[in-house]
């Protein structure tokens, strides 16, 4: 049973550039969240969707933005990279009775220079 | 603002020491998780506590709910090296965690 997966798993960029990570949710989950971690430091909520749409969104700009598809699976688009963009991106699904119980993917590390 | 506070923020020991990690809010919680987080990979959910003061095991880790629901403590036993990672708490508010500073272990053989 595949859990959660992401790709890229790494990628550089450049400043000003826009990039687009995918997340495949665990089998049987229907809602994915997205979280930026920063190096030392706690994961940070982006925004969560559920049934194709955004349905909380966390402290983040406009240059953060996603999508979901049919299957479940789910993008995240980053535009006008900054420097202070560059983390580690998880996704983690869930069912959304059981929102509160996530399963994480191993994450998109971003660089941007 | 970070309204989880861990500490220590790092730990360094031997193996058979015992530790504490605390996790602070000012906030309120209908739940609180901890996670262990290894390199290259996400956090895995080790337990969520849900009531006040409740206390909860796995094999050798210990861990606690404050009576107001909003701290909790980690305290790992004879500690091994399979157990070094970070270690993130993590409040559940509507759905979204909330999650803590860190806490990174380094445990020596």
């Known amino acids: 049973d595949a859990g959660v997966t992401q790709s890229p798993t790494h990628l550089i960029k450049t400043r000003g550039q826009q990039v687009t990570l995918r997340c495949s949710p665990k089998?049987?989950?229907?809602?994915v969240s997205w979280y930026q971690q920063a190096l030392g430091q706690g994961p940070q909520f982006i925004f969560q969707y559920y049934e194709e749409e955004e349905r909380q969104r966390g402290n983040f700009p406009d240059r953060f933005s996603g999508h979901q598809f049919p299957n479940y699976s789910s993008e995240l688009n980053v535009n006008a990279l900054l420097l202070g963009d560059s983390a580690l991106y998880l996704c983690a699904s869930s069912l959304k009775a059981g929102a509160n119980v996530l399963t994480f993917g191993a994450g998109s590390r971003l660089t941007v220079l | 603002t970070q309204l989880l506070e861990q500490s220590p923020q790092f730990l360094s020991i031997q193996e058979g020491e015992n530790l504490t990690v605390y996790c602070n809010s000012s906030?309120?919680?209908?739940?609180l998780q901890w996670y262990r987080q290894e390199p290259g990979e996400g956090p895995v959910l080790l337990v969520t506590v849900v009531t006040g003061g409740e206390v909860k095991k796995l094999k050798r880790l210990t861990f606690q709910f404050g009576d107001a629901r909003k701290d909790s403590s980690l305290h790992i036993t004879a500690a091994q090296t399979g157990d070094t990672g970070l270690y993130l708490c993590a409040g559940v508010r509507t759905d979204k965690l909330i999650f803590g500073t860190g806490t990174r272990l380094q445990v020596f053989p």
């Open positions: 906030s309120v919680f209908s739940s």
């Open positions: 089998s049987g989950h229907d809602t």
